[in-house]
């Protein structure tokens, strides 16, 4: 059974940074894709980052230059590194996790999801 336990939210000024993690576990090995999804109150969820089995990532376009994925392999963990943070960004922050996608940054392409985890950005 696969399980995907976020971390690493809270609140934070703006221009601060904050570092998400999501734990994965059930996977048999490192071979699946991962990516960062955020949804604030009203809208839409959207697809912030995302890093394939093959290493390559995609970003939004919002965040792209500010938000960087990761993924430790060793330790089945994948982190979303948040600089330059702005009111914008302020959204419930999920991660999403499949062993295969076809558009990295589209809900409908992950099985996968963890609970969330909260981040706001005051200006």
């Known amino acids: 059974q696969v399980q995907l336990v976020e971390s690493g939210g809270g609140s934070v000024q703006a221009g601060g940074s904050l570092r998400l993690s999501c734990a994965a576990s059930?996977?048999?090995?490192?071979?699946?894709?991962i990516a960062w999804f955020r949804q604030a109150p009203g809208k839409e969820r959207e697809g912030v980052a995302a890093?394939?089995?093959?290493?390559?990532?995609t970003y939004a376009d919002s965040v792209k230059g500010r938000f960087t994925i990761s993924k430790d392999n060793a330790k089945n963990t994948s982190y979303l590194q948040m600089s330059s943070l702005k009111p914008e960004d302020t959204a419930m922050y999920y991660c999403?996790?499949?062993?295969?996608?076809?558009?990295?940054?589209?809900?409908?392409?992950?099985?996968?999801w963890g609970q969330g985890t909260q981040v706001t950005v005051s200006s």
């Open positions: 059930g996977f048999p090995d490192s071979r699946y894709s």
């Open positions: 890093i394939e089995r093959d290493g390559s990532t």
């Open positions: 999403a996790a499949d062993v295969w996608t076809e558009e990295p940054l589209a809900p409908r392409d992950y099985m996968y």
